[in-house]
């Protein structure tokens, strides 16, 4: 975790490799979504950019906060 308690993670996305930076409360609420699936966080965090029109960690946050209000 960095200075800022930023966690950022390094994924490769459509074949490119990126990362992002996140609370680490935020990746927790990915990862638990992720296994529901019964996919990687990688797999979830892909799904999410191919339908996202914002910047890839807002789209993550709001897609967090969404599946946390659903539960």
Known sequence: M???????RSLTIQGHRTSVALEP????????????????????????????SVPLARALRLFALADALRR
């Open 25 to 52: 409360e935020f990746w927790a609420v990915l990862d638990a979504a992720a296994a529901r699936r019964g996919v990687p966080t990688g797999t979830l965090v892909a799904e999410v950019d191919e339908a996202r």
């Open 2 to 8: 960095s200075r800022d308690g930023l966690e950022k």
